[in-house]
T-cell receptor
Framework: DTEVTQTPKHLVMGMTNKKSLKCEQH?????MYWYKQKAKKPPELMFV???????INESVPSRFSPECPNSSLLNLHLHALQPEDSALYLC???????????????FGNGTRLTVT | AQKVTQAQTEISVVEKEDVTLDCVYE???????LFWYKQPPSGELVFLIR??????QNEISGRYSWNFQKSTSSFNFTITASQVVDSAVYFC?????????????FGAGTRLAVHP
């Protein structure tokens, strides 16, 4: 079983809906990530949180809004998405986020999102 | 440029065969990390191994072994006596510190199908 838990596993939403993806880890990791993965492609980084602060936004459209309420939780709020946003959204966490501390990322099972 | 190349898009083998997944990377950094992740059909990315750039020792873990050669910038992964449960997409990734954070650069992935 993965130590990073993502809910829901599947989500279907219309283009006018507002929904949220949730991610939780209890490994004491202080870096958390959102990745997007299209079919038959590698994951692409969206956001990085380090010590609950947004460190990196990889030019993600504002219809995706991340939130880190505490060190264990990471949310991704979705609003006015497009059909091309349909993908597998993966959350990950790692121990460190600094030079020389390239700790492995631990990924969740992902949320498979379909935008209709 | 920092890049990971997995030239094999798909590999198909029969159970009990040995199979090697190739990974070639490019980076100018002297300190970097290399990772292998497995993504079964269920979707989660499972961490398999991390090596740092200063440790060229090969590693064996059960039926899995990894061959790191800096001279050829390769980090190949061999599965001995493959099993149906090994069927998955395998990603090689390069970890570097870039732009103020640890960045994971994924290869395109190799889809391995092990048939009974």
């Amino acid at each position: 079983d993965t130590e990073v838990t993502q809910t829901p596993k599947h989500l279907v939403m219309g283009m006018t809906n507002k929904k949220s993806l949730k991610c939780e880890q209890h490994m004491g990791h202080r870096a958390m990530y959102w990745y997007k993965q299209k079919a038959k492609k590698p994951p692409e980084l969206m956001f990085v949180y380090s010590y609950e602060k947004l460190s990196i936004n990889e030019s993600v459209p504002s219809r995706f809004s991340p939130e880190c309420p505490n060190s264990s939780l990471l949310n991704l709020h979705l609003h006015a998405l497009q059909p091309e946003d349909s993908a597998l959204y993966l959350c990950a966490s790692s121990q460190k986020d600094r030079p020389g501390g390239n700790s492995p990322l631990h990924f969740g099972n992902g949320t498979r999102l379909t935008v209709t | 440029a920092q890049k990971v190349t997995q030239a094999q898009t798909e590999i198909s083998v029969v159970e009990k065969e040995d199979v090697t997944l190739d990974c070639v990377y490019e980076t100018r950094d002297t300190t970097y990390y290399l990772f292998w992740y497995k993504q079964p059909p269920s979707g989660e990315l499972v961490f398999l191994i991390r090596r740092n750039s200063f440790d060229e020792q090969n590693e064996i873990s059960g039926r899995y072994s990894w061959n790191f050669q800096k001279s050829t910038s390769s980090f190949n992964f061999t599965i001995t006596a493959s099993q149906v449960v090994d069927s998955a997409v395998y990603f090689c990734a390069l970890g570097v510190f870039s732009g103020g954070y640890n960045k994971l650069i994924f290869g395109a992935g190799t889809r391995l199908a092990v048939h009974p």
